[in-house]
């Protein structure tokens, strides 16, 4: 018996979600009456460490093997400690590196996964709450099983902030570095550019609600009447109808304007995940369900191509015909 | 060289979701290919076109009704399609990522593909799961969420770029056979032409029982049981202004001067 949470790291800093992990896993560990151990994987384990000391966690595994993320080191270790500590609980960030090995753990060890969790309550059995079609509905499962794990979605739970006093303890996996079947040969930064929407005071965001390319300019030119910058959600770079530089969100750019309008914009987790820290939101979207009006401070439940072009004018400028 | 295509048809919610028990109601849904497969169809189509002698095969969890959307893969390049369906998928609450990976699993060892790509997840689950969990059952390596892919076939290798958070893609090797799960964005579908449509009704769509891919209905017990499903309640505390666009509009203009935002 004990919860296991593995932290996660990229380029030599340790992400948000290792320490809401720990808050998740102490929160865990209270209701089942059993220690917290923390496993910190490859790179400056010694140093991830001592940062991942903090209240309620009883042991750190340090686990030296390798550099960067690696799937197959990650999994030699997770394994290696699963057959040593038989953990009741599995706590996995539910992130892209996450996802990369998360279901092949799960796999190889035979135990369900949940994937996304952004609730955990703990009676007789656990059970987990997660949301489906694209948030707009919530799902429960009770999972019957002496052992799972879950993958937890990012800022549901607080980050884990008084250090701790656990034991730090350096754990070899058992893998071999040169066999494996991936070889990271790097990284890249993408979306950089002549505009860089992370400086912007004001921000003016079209989403998929824009319909069509053509569509576009309309918001271009409120942005423009507005003296503000243009961003966009994911959709519209995909479909390439405006550069990678524009993109607000998980796999873009985090954001914290002044001011951030969003519009036709849903609200999805992943977008709301790099602008919720904006001084003042506003919506305008025709959905008054839509997930954004739950971050929103002011909303305009109305159809933006009646909205925008009155906006444009208000400010001076003309709204193109679209 | 063979390519197989995971294939999921998603229901598609509108803003009003209407909640039957543990699912939300049939009646009101409309279906479509799950957008992330949609990216993945099309990357292994043009992998057939941009190769000689690759075969395309779709694989779909699904009852009879997914037909029509596993033709729209096959309009859009595809070769052959396979459906996995029976009475037991029928009754079962819902399909864990076990039993899905199990499944698909089984019809990959009869096919033996070189390549599988399955979406990163489908919209309506959204596990994001499947497809390293596939991997890890055929013993085939794997790369999650791809955005950028260049194949070596002759080298046996694929050069991914995984799209990271925050603008951070990770370039990685992956050695062949492999699962890789496609991000949206990596290319351009197409929309399925006339000719492509006529020809998808002639090409081979071969519909499977548990039993036909050598499983049974033991594949559906799952540890994991829904117990409920519902409208999460509204966290806004929006202020959502009333009346007429002009209304509307005239109120955030106002409330935007009042932040200082003046004309550009």
Redesign the interface.
Same mark, same amino acid.
């Given at each position: 018996m004990t919860v296991l949470a593995v932290a996660e790291h990229? @380029?030599g800093d340790l992400r948000d979600v290792s320490f809401e992990l720990v808050t998740a896993g102490r929160e865990l560990a209270a209701d089942l009456e059993t220690d917290l151990a923390v496993a910190v994987i490859a790179g400056d384990v010694e140093r991830f460490a001592e940062e991942l000391n903090r209240e309620g966690v009883d042991t750190i595994y340090a686990v030296g093997n390798g550099e960067e993320?690696n799937?197959g080191i990650y999994m030699g270790a997770i394994e290696g400690l699963c057959a040593e500590l038989d953990p009741t609980a599995l706590l996995l960030p539910?992130?892209?590196?996450g996802?990369?090995?998360?279901?092949?753990v799960?796999?190889?060890l035979d135990l369900?996964?949940? !994937?996304?969790v952004s609730g955990i309550e703990c009676g007789e059995t656990v059970?987990v709450v @997660?949301?489906?079609?694209?948030?707009? #509905?919530?799902?429960?499962?009770?999972? +019957?099983?002496e052992r799972?794990a879950l !993958?937890l979605r990012a800022a549901e739970w607080p980050p884990a902030e008084p250090a701790g006093d656990a034991m730090i303890e350096a754990f070899q996996a058992d893998v071999d570095e040169d066999a494996l079947?991936?070889?990271?040969?790097?990284?890249?930064? #993408?979306?950089s550019g002549d505009v860089d929407i992370t400086d912007a005071d004001?921000l003016v965001s079209v989403g998929r609600g824009i319909g069509e390319e053509e569509n576009v300019p309309l918001v271009e030119e409120l942005?423009?009447?507005?003296?503000?910058t243009l961003s966009s959600s994911?959709?519209i770079?995909?479909n390439?109808w405006l550069p990678?530089n524009r993109?607000v969100g998980?796999?873009?750019? #985090?954001v914290t304007p &002044?001011?951030y309008i969003a519009v036709g914009i849903s609200g999805a987790v992943q977008h709301v995940a790099g602008m919720k820290g904006a001084d003042?939101i506003?919506?305008?979207n025709s959905?008054?369900?839509?997930p954004i009006?739950?971050?929103? &401070?002011?909303?305009?439940? +109305?159809?933006l191509f009646?909205?925008v072009p009155?906006?444009i004018e208000?400010?001076?400028?003309q709204a193109p015909e679209v | 060289m063979k390519v197989l295509v995971t294939v999921k048809e998603v229901?598609e919610?509108d803003?009003?979701?209407e909640?039957s028990g543990?699912d939300?109601a049939e009646g009101s849904l409309e279906y479509d290919l799950n957008e992330w497969d949609d990216y993945a169809v099309e990357e292994a189509v043009q992998i057939s076109e941009s190769n000689d002698g690759v075969e395309v095969v779709t694989v779909t969890i699904g009852p009879e009704r997914a037909d029509e959307t596993v033709r729209m893969a096959l309009a859009k390049g595809a070769d052959r399609a396979i459906r996995v369906w029976d009475e037991a998928l029928e009754g079962a609450q819902f399909l +864990?990522? %076990?039993t899905k990976?199990d499944i698909i699993a089984a019809v990959a060892e009869a096919e033996d593909p070189d390549l599988i790509l399955s979406g990163v997840q489908a919209? &309506?689950?959204?596990?994001?799961?499947? %497809? #390293?969990?596939l991997?890890?059952?055929l013993g085939f390596?794997?790369?999650?969420?791809v955005n950028d892919l260049e194949l070596d076939a002759e080298a046996g290798v694929a050069?991914v770029?995984?799209?990271?958070?925050?603008?951070?893609?990770?370039?990685?090797?992956?050695?062949l056979p492999?699962v890789l799960t496609i991000q949206? %964005?990596i290319n351009?579908p197409r929309y399925a032409s006339l000719r492509g449509i006529r020809q998808a009704q002639r090409k081979p769509l071969d519909t499977e029982s548990l039993d036909d891919v050598g499983l049974d209905a033991s594949v559906t017990d799952?540890?994991?049981? @829904?117990?409920?499903?519902?409208?999460?309640e509204?966290?806004?505390d929006?202020?959502?202004?009333d009346g007429s666009? &002009?209304e509307?509009?005239?109120?955030?203009?106002e409330?935007?001067r009042e932040?200082?935002?003046?004309?550009?």
């Open positions: 990229r @380029r993320f799937h539910n992130s892209v590196n996802l990369d090995y998360a279901p092949a799960a796999g190889a369900p996964l949940v !994937t996304d059970e @997660r949301e489906q079609y694209g948030g707009k #509905v919530e799902t429960t499962y009770e999972i +019957d099983s799972y !993958t079947g991936t070889t990271v040969k790097g990284f890249e930064e #993408v979306g004001v942005a423009d009447a507005l003296g503000a994911r959709p770079v995909d390439g990678q993109q998980q796999s873009g750019k #985090v &002044d001011v003042t506003v919506a305008i959905d008054p369900n839509a009006y739950d971050i929103a &401070d002011y909303g305009i439940v +109305d159809d009646e909205v009155r906006l208000a400010f001076g400028g | 229901a919610v803003d009003e979701v909640i543990l939300v +864990d990522i %076990g990976a919209s &309506d689950d959204s596990n994001g799961a499947t %497809g #390293v969990a991997a890890e059952r390596e794997w790369a999650a969420v050069s770029h995984r799209e990271l958070e925050g603008g951070i893609e990770e370039l990685t090797d992956v050695e492999a949206t %964005g351009e799952s540890p994991v049981e @829904r117990t409920s499903m519902y409208e999460p509204s966290e806004s929006a202020v959502v202004w666009a &002009d509307t509009a005239g109120e955030l203009a409330l935007l932040k200082g935002v003046v004309e550009g």
